[in-house]
């Protein structure tokens, strides 16, 4: 029956939502998937939208209304969404759309302008202990995988969550403009988003937020430099509200496909990208815990009210 679903899923014209702006880490991750479901030939065609706007749940609401019952429509999301619902107090939520598979991990960096008198994570975190306010972030969406770590990163120097200054960007290309034009302090992104300014010598990396360094990077985890904090920006595919079974069950087998061709590995190893993937059941399962936890994360820093 799968092997059916799944092939019969090869000659459909494939639509995949990016709900936010070009140059970030969900549009990056829906054009990989675009790119390998061609190079594979496991899709016949798929075009790429961008809908931009509060952490993904403009994206969101319109994925509820236009891909009910539909096989053809996926959108790509992650923890920023998660976030997003709570604190935007969306109308929407995770529990309208079916979950398919978890891909990618995406340990984040802490970077500051190459010009910037703060030299080590230590620094940095003096300067939000003394005054959080002064301290200018800039990141991707309120309430995601940026500010969450900002937020925690704060706590964990002694200062006031409540109180970081965080600059939401709805793409990571307009974060990394701040970033390099010296209109913030520092920055947070995936690793991959910024690498190659890091490796040019624009940006300074301070710490990565994973629980161990990077194979392609050397700089150092908060971890390693006494700071208790660890998050990873995990991005997954969902598809529409209403599907059959058979239908989510030919997507889910396609998304094993992509994930397991030599294709994917190889964006992964361009992207920087942590191989994160679990589908099916485990991955409903996860997504209801991470709504708990990040909406406890939220509320703990004072971005979410009890």
């Given at each position: ?62 994925f509820?209304?236009?891909?009910k ?24 939520t995770?529990?309208?759309?079916t ?14 302008p ?65 970033m390099?034009?010296?209109r ?123």
């Amino acid at each position: 029956m799968t092997l059916v679903a799944s092939s019969a899923f090869a000659q459909q014209e494939l639509k995949i939502m990016a709900p936010a702006g070009p140059g970030g880490g969900w549009d990056s991750a829906a054009r990989s998937i675009q790119q390998v479901l061609m190079q594979t030939g496991l899709a016949k065609g798929v075009q790429v939208v961008n809908v931009t706007g509060a952490g993904g749940t403009v994206g969101l609401a319109q994925f509820v209304n236009q891909a009910k019952g539909d096989p053809n429509q996926l959108m790509v999301n992650g923890i920023t969404m998660v976030g997003a619902i709570l604190t935007n107090k969306a109308p929407v939520t995770l529990d309208q759309v079916t979950p398919i598979a978890r891909l990618t991990g995406d340990p984040l960096v802490i970077v500051v302008p190459e010009n910037s008198p703060i030299k080590s994570i230590r620094e940095l975190a003096d300067a939000v202990k003394a005054d959080p306010a002064k301290v200018t972030w800039a990141g991707g969406s309120a309430g995601g995988a940026d500010h969450i770590l900002a937020a925690l990163f704060a706590k964990a120097a002694g200062s006031d969550p409540a109180k970081v200054n965080y600059i939401a960007f709805s793409g990571g290309g307009e974060a990394l403009a701040a970033m390099l034009g010296g209109r913030v302090t520092a920055g947070i992104s995936g690793y991959g988003e910024f690498e190659s300014q890091i490796k040019a010598g624009k940006l300074r990396a301070l710490a990565i937020s994973s629980g161990k360094r990077l194979a392609n990077a050397d700089t150092p985890t908060l971890k390693e430099q006494g700071m208790d904090v660890e998050v990873v920006n995990w991005r997954a595919i969902m598809a529409g509200p209403g599907i059959t079974a058979d239908q989510k069950q030919a997507l889910t087998g396609t998304v094993d496909k992509l994930v397991k061709s030599k294709e994917w590995a190889e964006i992964l190893k361009q992207r920087g990208w942590e191989d994160f993937y679990l589908a099916g059941a485990p991955f409903a399962d996860f997504l209801k815990e991470e709504q708990v936890r990040v909406g406890d994360v939220l509320k703990s820093v004072g971005l979410v009210k009890s």
